[in-house]
């Protein structure tokens, strides 16, 4: 099963990251987030990825072309014009950039590698700025169940704030960062048929509105309800949020060993 990414965005939230290198790759300990994404779908056996870039894309091709070299110690033989890589931990990953455009959508990203979709078979896809310690496997089983087009990961977005209850004048209790309000949202993690990509005319589809749409008011849309950790990195808090939690050696979404 492949692993759509879309990883186009020009990330502008994130602007003090994302002036210099695109979003996906703005680091979480040292490490991309996109790498993160992708571990969390390896830990589930799912590792063949396809990237879709747009905003600085040769930035993320030169990443993966030189990810064995940043990972290995080399031998760099001069006279006979060879390299050798010794030991070094690296992931065993297929990975497929693609260039979607420098404008498209988030639905003209996923129009744009239909043809490197295999016919009948569904696939996965994210946007490649969240994690989660979602359960890839079991909502990959829960889509093949239901047998709709479409499955959405439906999670409950975390607080942005303290929350308090106040009476009179005194803060009776408080609450750091409480969940949301119980609505859940579109975390992401998708699993679809790849006849979802006909629903999309062109660059200017944005997934979350006609396709989406579409498949909800059809009855196409299953929800994979997600009530464990779920964190988008939207903004330079979230990302320190995000990076605090990586330190801690307590990350949620760190499912890999």
Same mark, same amino acid.
């Given at each position: 099963m492949k692993v759509v990414i879309l990883a186009g965005g020009l990330g502008s939230r994130l602007a003090e990251e994302t002036s210099v290198r695109p979003k996906p790759l703005v680091e979480i300990g040292g490490m991309p987030i996109?790498?993160?994404?992708?571990?969390?779908?390896? !830990?589930?056996?799912?590792?063949?990825?396809?990237?879709?870039?747009?905003?600085?894309?040769?930035?993320?091709?030169?990443?993966f072309v030189n990810l064995v070299l940043h990972h290995s110690d080399i031998t760099v033989d001069l006279g006979a014009n060879s390299i050798n890589y010794h030991g070094g931990k690296r992931p065993n990953w297929r990975v497929t950039v693609v260039d979607t455009g420098m404008h498209s959508m988030t639905g003209g990203r996923l129009g744009r590698i *239909?043809? !490197?979709?295999? +016919?009948?078979e569904p696939f996965c896809m994210t946007y490649g700025d969240g994690v989660g310690d979602i359960d890839i496997a079991a909502?990959?089983?829960? !889509?093949?169940? !239901? &047998?709709?087009?479409? %499955?959405?990961?439906?999670?409950?977005?975390?607080? *942005?704030?303290?929350? %308090?209850?106040?009476?009179?004048?005194?803060?009776?209790?408080?609450?750091?960062?409480?969940?949301?309000?119980?609505? *859940?949202?579109? &975390?992401?993690?998708?699993?679809?048929? +790849?006849?979802?990509?006909?629903?999309?005319?062109?660059?200017? %589809?944005i997934w979350e509105a006609g396709p989406l749409e579409w498949l909800a008011a059809n009855n196409q849309l299953a929800a994979f309800k997600h009530d464990g950790f779920w964190q988008p990195m939207d903004t330079l808090r979230e990302r320190t949020h995000l990076e605090e939690l990586w330190n801690s050696g307590k990350a949620p979404w760190k499912l890999w060993a």
């Open positions: 996109l790498w993160h994404i992708m571990n969390i779908y390896a !830990h589930h056996g799912l590792d063949d990825f396809i990237i879709c870039a747009g905003y600085k894309g040769y930035m993320i091709k030169e990443y *239909r043809d !490197h979709l295999t +016919p009948g909502e990959v089983a829960f !889509h093949r169940d !239901h &047998g709709l087009k479409a %499955t959405m990961c439906a999670v409950t977005p975390p607080g *942005r704030y303290g929350a %308090t209850n106040i009476e009179g004048q005194y803060i009776t209790s408080f609450v750091e960062k409480p969940r949301g309000d119980g609505q *859940r949202i579109n &975390g992401g993690f998708f699993v679809l048929d +790849p006849s979802v990509v006909d629903l999309i005319p062109n660059d200017d %589809t």
